[in-house]
Protein backbone atom coordinates (compact mmCIF):
# COMPACT_ATOMS: atom_id res chain seq x y z
CA UNK A 1 0.00 0.00 0.00
CA UNK A 2 1.00 3.38 -0.60
CA UNK A 3 0.85 5.83 1.91
CA UNK A 4 0.72 9.18 0.27
CA UNK A 5 -2.76 8.26 -0.14
CA UNK A 6 -4.60 11.57 0.78
CA UNK A 7 -1.96 13.86 0.31
CA UNK A 8 -1.20 17.20 -1.75
CA UNK A 9 -0.43 17.11 -5.47
CA UNK A 10 3.10 18.08 -4.07
CA UNK A 11 3.34 14.94 -1.71
CA UNK A 12 2.84 12.52 -4.05
CA UNK A 13 5.79 10.04 -4.69
CA UNK A 14 6.15 11.08 -8.47
CA UNK A 15 5.72 14.54 -7.36
CA UNK A 16 8.98 14.47 -4.83
CA UNK A 17 11.54 13.20 -6.84
CA UNK A 18 11.21 9.80 -9.48
CA UNK A 19 13.48 7.87 -11.61
CA UNK A 20 12.18 6.01 -14.96
CA UNK A 21 13.59 5.29 -18.34
CA UNK A 22 17.50 7.28 -17.48
CA UNK A 23 15.98 10.40 -16.03
CA UNK A 24 14.78 11.28 -12.88
CA UNK A 25 12.30 14.25 -13.09
CA UNK A 26 12.35 16.74 -9.57
CA UNK A 27 8.95 19.04 -9.10
CA UNK A 28 10.88 22.74 -8.89
CA UNK A 29 9.89 23.94 -5.96
CA UNK A 30 11.60 27.17 -6.43
CA UNK A 31 8.90 28.42 -8.66
CA UNK A 32 5.68 26.00 -7.46
CA UNK A 33 2.85 26.53 -7.18
CA UNK A 34 3.27 29.96 -9.93
CA UNK A 35 4.56 26.99 -12.16
CA UNK A 36 4.09 23.43 -12.08
CA UNK A 37 7.46 22.35 -13.93
CA UNK A 38 9.61 19.49 -13.32
CA UNK A 39 13.58 19.90 -13.88
CA UNK A 40 14.91 16.74 -15.71
CA UNK A 41 18.17 15.39 -14.78
CA UNK A 42 19.85 13.28 -16.98
CA UNK A 43 22.93 12.62 -15.06
CA UNK A 44 23.39 12.11 -11.26
CA UNK A 45 25.43 15.25 -11.38
CA UNK A 46 22.53 16.87 -12.03
CA UNK A 47 20.48 15.22 -9.17
CA UNK A 48 23.26 16.41 -6.88
CA UNK A 49 22.88 19.91 -8.74
CA UNK A 50 19.32 19.74 -8.33
CA UNK A 51 19.68 19.45 -4.24
CA UNK A 52 22.38 21.99 -4.04
CA UNK A 53 20.14 24.33 -5.90
CA UNK A 54 17.13 23.86 -4.15
CA UNK A 55 15.03 22.39 -7.03
CA UNK A 56 14.18 20.23 -3.91
CA UNK A 57 14.59 20.75 -0.09
CA UNK A 58 13.36 19.47 3.10
CA UNK A 59 13.10 15.78 3.35
CA UNK A 60 12.52 16.18 -0.77
CA UNK A 61 16.61 15.64 -1.31
CA UNK A 62 16.93 12.28 0.57
CA UNK A 63 14.19 10.59 -1.94
CA UNK A 64 16.33 12.42 -4.57
CA UNK A 65 19.44 10.82 -2.84
CA UNK A 66 18.29 7.14 -3.83
CA UNK A 67 16.62 8.09 -7.62
CA UNK A 68 19.75 9.43 -8.60
CA UNK A 69 21.65 6.55 -7.34
CA UNK A 70 19.47 4.64 -9.66
CA UNK A 71 20.33 7.12 -12.25
CA UNK A 72 24.23 6.54 -11.42
CA UNK A 73 23.38 2.82 -11.85
CA UNK A 74 21.56 3.35 -15.32
CA UNK A 75 24.69 5.85 -16.11
CA UNK A 76 27.29 2.90 -16.26
CA UNK A 77 25.09 -0.06 -16.86
CA UNK A 78 27.43 -1.49 -19.99
CA UNK A 79 30.37 -0.86 -17.28
CA UNK A 80 32.47 -4.20 -15.98
CA UNK A 81 31.52 -5.22 -12.46
CA UNK A 82 34.21 -3.19 -10.89
CA UNK A 83 34.15 -0.11 -13.37
CA UNK A 84 30.00 0.23 -12.12
CA UNK A 85 31.22 0.10 -8.34
CA UNK A 86 33.88 2.21 -8.69
CA UNK A 87 31.45 4.54 -10.56
CA UNK A 88 28.61 4.41 -7.77
CA UNK A 89 31.27 5.14 -4.96
CA UNK A 90 32.19 8.35 -7.02
CA UNK A 91 28.01 8.96 -7.31
CA UNK A 92 27.84 8.67 -3.84
CA UNK A 93 30.09 11.10 -2.39
CA UNK A 94 28.69 13.55 -5.17
CA UNK A 95 25.15 13.28 -4.19
CA UNK A 96 25.43 13.36 -0.55
CA UNK A 97 28.23 16.16 -0.41
CA UNK A 98 25.07 18.24 -1.88
CA UNK A 99 24.04 19.80 0.91
CA UNK A 100 26.53 19.90 3.87
CA UNK A 101 24.21 20.23 6.65
CA UNK A 102 22.27 17.04 5.64
CA UNK A 103 25.87 15.34 4.74
CA UNK A 104 25.04 12.69 7.59
CA UNK A 105 21.41 11.24 6.62
CA UNK A 106 22.38 11.73 2.84
CA UNK A 107 25.27 9.28 3.27
CA UNK A 108 23.02 6.75 5.16
CA UNK A 109 21.36 6.53 1.58
CA UNK A 110 23.79 6.65 -0.96
CA UNK A 111 25.44 3.97 1.01
CA UNK A 112 22.12 1.49 1.39
CA UNK A 113 22.16 2.14 -2.73
CA UNK A 114 26.09 1.11 -2.63
CA UNK A 115 25.50 -1.98 -0.55
CA UNK A 116 22.40 -2.75 -2.73
CA UNK A 117 24.45 -2.49 -5.70
CA UNK A 118 26.95 -4.81 -4.38
CA UNK A 119 25.04 -7.58 -3.75
CA UNK A 120 23.20 -7.20 -7.18
CA UNK A 121 25.73 -7.60 -9.29
CA UNK A 122 26.86 -10.60 -7.31
CA UNK A 123 23.55 -12.27 -8.79
CA UNK A 124 23.61 -10.46 -12.12
CA UNK A 125 20.47 -8.99 -11.95
CA UNK A 126 19.50 -5.02 -13.26
CA UNK A 127 21.03 -2.54 -10.24
CA UNK A 128 18.98 -0.04 -12.08
CA UNK A 129 15.65 -1.65 -11.04
CA UNK A 130 16.88 -2.82 -7.40
CA UNK A 131 17.96 0.78 -6.42
CA UNK A 132 14.71 2.20 -7.45
CA UNK A 133 13.02 -0.74 -5.90
CA UNK A 134 14.68 0.29 -2.84
CA UNK A 135 14.39 3.65 -3.05
CA UNK A 136 10.60 3.53 -3.45
CA UNK A 137 10.36 0.64 -0.16
CA UNK A 138 12.04 3.39 1.96
CA UNK A 139 10.20 6.47 1.10
CA UNK A 140 7.12 4.17 1.89
CA UNK A 141 8.77 3.54 5.27
CA UNK A 142 9.50 7.14 5.70
CA UNK A 143 5.82 7.99 4.90
CA UNK A 144 4.35 5.38 7.10
CA UNK A 145 7.13 6.31 10.51
CA UNK A 146 5.84 9.87 10.13
CA UNK A 147 1.98 9.22 9.74
CA UNK A 148 2.67 7.73 13.25
CA UNK A 149 4.91 10.87 14.31
CA UNK A 150 1.93 13.05 12.98
CA UNK A 151 -0.49 10.82 14.85
CA UNK A 152 1.09 11.48 18.26
CA UNK A 153 1.53 15.07 17.64
CA UNK A 154 -2.19 15.63 16.22
CA UNK A 155 -3.06 13.81 19.80
CA UNK A 156 -1.38 17.08 21.59
CA UNK A 157 -4.26 19.77 19.35
CA UNK A 158 -7.38 20.81 21.09
CA UNK A 159 -10.11 21.21 19.47
CA UNK A 160 -10.18 24.82 17.17
CA UNK A 161 -6.46 25.01 17.63
CA UNK A 162 -4.49 27.80 16.35
CA UNK A 163 -1.23 26.09 15.09
CA UNK A 164 2.05 27.78 13.88
CA UNK A 165 4.51 25.98 11.48
CA UNK A 166 8.28 27.04 10.43
CA UNK A 167 9.41 26.58 6.94
CA UNK A 168 8.17 23.24 4.78
CA UNK A 169 8.21 20.02 7.10
CA UNK A 170 7.76 18.21 3.89
CA UNK A 171 6.45 14.89 5.06
CA UNK A 172 5.43 15.65 8.71
CA UNK A 173 3.02 19.02 7.38
CA UNK A 174 0.97 16.26 4.76
CA UNK A 175 0.33 13.83 7.54
CA UNK A 176 -0.19 16.32 10.30
CA UNK A 177 -3.06 17.86 8.33
CA UNK A 178 -4.71 13.98 6.93
CA UNK A 179 -4.41 13.55 10.65
CA UNK A 180 -6.51 16.25 11.40
CA UNK A 181 -8.87 15.45 9.07
CA UNK A 182 -9.38 11.72 10.05
CA UNK A 183 -9.70 13.10 14.06
CA UNK A 184 -12.21 15.20 12.81
CA UNK A 185 -10.38 18.18 14.32
CA UNK A 186 -10.87 21.91 13.69
CA UNK A 187 -7.23 23.77 13.45
CA UNK A 188 -6.44 27.04 11.82
CA UNK A 189 -2.35 27.04 10.87
CA UNK A 190 -0.22 30.11 10.53
CA UNK A 191 2.62 30.34 8.39
CA UNK A 192 5.71 31.91 8.50
CA UNK A 193 6.62 32.82 4.96
CA UNK A 194 10.10 31.68 5.37
CA UNK A 195 12.49 34.21 3.54
CA UNK A 196 14.28 34.28 1.41
CA UNK A 197 13.20 31.04 -0.58
CA UNK A 198 9.39 31.19 1.02
CA UNK A 199 8.66 27.76 1.56
CA UNK A 200 6.19 28.35 4.17
CA UNK A 201 4.00 30.68 1.83
CA UNK A 202 4.40 29.00 -1.30
CA UNK A 203 4.92 25.03 0.09
CA UNK A 204 3.50 24.31 3.33
CA UNK A 205 0.62 27.01 2.54
CA UNK A 206 -0.01 25.35 -0.50
CA UNK A 207 -0.32 21.62 0.69
CA UNK A 208 -2.31 22.97 3.61
CA UNK A 209 -5.08 24.66 1.27
CA UNK A 210 -4.89 21.41 -0.87
CA UNK A 211 -6.10 19.25 1.91
CA UNK A 212 -8.73 21.66 2.74
CA UNK A 213 -6.90 23.62 6.37
CA UNK A 214 -7.66 27.24 6.82
CA UNK A 215 -4.42 28.76 6.62
CA UNK A 216 -2.50 32.05 7.13
CA UNK A 217 0.30 33.15 5.76
CA UNK A 218 2.57 35.90 7.67
CA UNK A 219 6.03 37.14 7.00
CA UNK A 220 8.44 36.74 9.21
CA UNK A 221 8.96 39.79 11.14
CA UNK A 222 5.05 39.32 12.31
CA UNK A 223 5.69 36.00 14.59
CA UNK A 224 5.16 37.64 18.12
CA UNK A 225 2.47 39.85 17.26
CA UNK A 226 1.03 36.74 15.57
CA UNK A 227 1.17 34.91 18.63
CA UNK A 228 -0.07 37.26 21.35
CA UNK A 229 -3.48 38.59 19.25
CA UNK A 230 -4.42 35.10 17.30
CA UNK A 231 -4.21 33.02 20.69
CA UNK A 232 -1.76 30.64 19.00
CA UNK A 233 -1.80 27.61 20.98
CA UNK A 234 1.30 25.43 19.70
CA UNK A 235 4.80 25.69 17.52
CA UNK A 236 5.98 22.81 15.64
CA UNK A 237 8.28 22.39 12.81
CA UNK A 238 10.12 19.32 11.71
CA UNK A 239 14.52 19.36 12.19
CA UNK A 240 17.43 18.76 9.55
CA UNK A 241 19.12 17.20 12.45
CA UNK A 242 17.93 16.30 15.78
CA UNK A 243 21.28 15.99 17.51
CA UNK A 244 21.12 13.55 20.87
CA UNK A 245 22.46 16.29 23.05
CA UNK A 246 18.67 17.82 22.51
CA UNK A 247 20.04 20.56 20.00
CA UNK A 248 18.04 20.87 17.04
CA UNK A 249 19.00 22.00 13.44
CA UNK A 250 15.98 23.88 11.47
CA UNK A 251 15.51 26.32 8.55
CA UNK A 252 16.63 29.39 9.85
CA UNK A 253 14.24 31.14 12.27
CA UNK A 254 13.01 28.74 14.24
CA UNK A 255 15.31 29.74 16.74
CA UNK A 256 13.65 33.18 17.08
CA UNK A 257 10.27 31.77 17.10
CA UNK A 258 11.07 28.99 19.74
CA UNK A 259 12.15 32.04 21.84
CA UNK A 260 8.84 33.66 21.32
CA UNK A 261 6.79 30.99 22.12
CA UNK A 262 8.76 30.22 25.41
CA UNK A 263 7.96 34.02 26.32
CA UNK A 264 4.60 33.95 25.79
CA UNK A 265 4.48 30.50 27.14
CA UNK A 266 2.95 28.17 24.47
CA UNK A 267 4.63 24.86 23.57
CA UNK A 268 6.80 23.98 20.72
CA UNK A 269 7.42 20.25 19.45
CA UNK A 270 9.68 19.42 17.04
CA UNK A 271 8.78 16.25 15.12
CA UNK A 272 11.20 13.35 13.63
CA UNK A 273 13.17 10.69 14.63
CA UNK A 274 16.56 11.48 16.46
CA UNK A 275 20.33 11.35 14.75
CA UNK A 276 21.90 8.42 16.17
CA UNK A 277 25.19 9.54 14.56
CA UNK A 278 25.02 13.06 15.83
CA UNK A 279 25.74 12.68 19.35
CA UNK A 280 26.78 16.51 19.64
CA UNK A 281 25.79 19.60 17.97
CA UNK A 282 29.39 20.82 17.06
CA UNK A 283 29.55 17.72 14.19
CA UNK A 284 27.20 19.51 12.44
CA UNK A 285 28.11 22.41 9.74
CA UNK A 286 25.68 25.24 9.39
CA UNK A 287 25.60 25.67 5.77
CA UNK A 288 25.24 29.37 4.22
CA UNK A 289 24.52 30.23 0.78
CA UNK A 290 24.43 32.44 -1.55
CA UNK A 291 23.73 36.35 0.38
CA UNK A 292 22.39 37.31 -2.67
CA UNK A 293 19.09 35.61 -2.44
CA UNK A 294 18.73 37.77 0.77
CA UNK A 295 19.01 40.78 -1.06
CA UNK A 296 15.80 40.11 -3.62
CA UNK A 297 12.65 38.60 -3.55
CA UNK A 298 11.52 36.23 -6.37
CA UNK A 299 14.28 37.60 -8.27
CA UNK A 300 13.80 40.51 -8.04
CA UNK A 301 16.49 43.15 -6.39
CA UNK A 302 15.88 44.70 -3.58
CA UNK A 303 18.71 46.45 -2.38
CA UNK A 304 21.78 49.41 -4.01
CA UNK A 305 25.08 46.82 -5.42
CA UNK A 306 27.26 47.86 -2.15
CA UNK A 307 24.70 46.71 0.28
CA UNK A 308 25.84 43.23 1.51
CA UNK A 309 23.86 39.72 2.53
CA UNK A 310 24.07 37.14 4.83
CA UNK A 311 22.55 33.67 4.67
CA UNK A 312 22.98 31.11 7.02
CA UNK A 313 20.05 28.42 5.57
CA UNK A 314 19.52 26.88 9.26
CA UNK A 315 19.62 28.10 12.94
CA UNK A 316 20.26 25.43 16.19
CA UNK A 317 17.19 25.73 19.11
CA UNK A 318 18.78 24.31 22.18
CA UNK A 319 16.89 22.09 24.18
CA UNK A 320 15.50 24.21 26.80
CA UNK A 321 13.65 25.91 24.22
CA UNK A 322 11.92 22.63 23.10
CA UNK A 323 8.75 21.15 24.96
CA UNK A 324 9.27 17.60 23.58
CA UNK A 325 10.85 15.59 20.33
CA UNK A 326 7.55 13.57 18.78
CA UNK A 327 9.03 10.38 17.37
CA UNK A 328 7.05 7.48 16.03
CA UNK A 329 7.25 5.69 19.45
CA UNK A 330 6.23 8.66 21.59
CA UNK A 331 7.02 12.15 22.95
CA UNK A 332 10.73 12.34 24.49
CA UNK A 333 12.03 14.91 26.39
CA UNK A 334 15.49 16.91 24.21
CA UNK A 335 17.25 16.07 27.03
CA UNK A 336 16.87 12.18 27.15
CA UNK A 337 16.65 11.46 23.36
CA UNK A 338 18.93 7.96 23.62
CA UNK A 339 15.97 6.38 25.13
CA UNK A 340 14.73 6.83 21.73
CA UNK A 341 17.05 3.81 20.82
CA UNK A 342 16.28 1.49 24.03
CA UNK A 343 14.24 -0.51 21.48
CA UNK A 344 14.52 -1.62 18.18
CA UNK A 345 12.92 -0.20 14.90
CA UNK A 346 13.49 -0.89 11.48
CA UNK A 347 15.52 1.28 9.04
CA UNK A 348 14.07 4.57 8.53
CA UNK A 349 16.25 5.92 5.62
Known amino acids: MREDYNLAFMLKYENVAWYEEGIVKILDRRVYPQKTEFVVCKTHIEVAKAITDMVTQSAGPYTACGMGMALAAYECRDYSKNKQLLFLENAANIIANARPTTKNRMSIIVNRALKIAKNTLDKNESVVEAIFKDTLASLNRRYRRINIVAKNLVD ?144 IKNTKDSVKGFYPAFDITPPHLISGIVTDKGIYSPYNLNAYFASSSEEYY
Open 156 to 299: LFIENANIMTQCFGETIVGMMLREVKEQNKKIKLFVPETRPYLQGARLTASVSVDQGIDTTVISDNMVAHTIKTKNIDLFTSAADIISLDGNIVNKVGTLQIAIIAKHFGIPYFVTGIPDKDINHISQVKIEERDPKFVLECNG
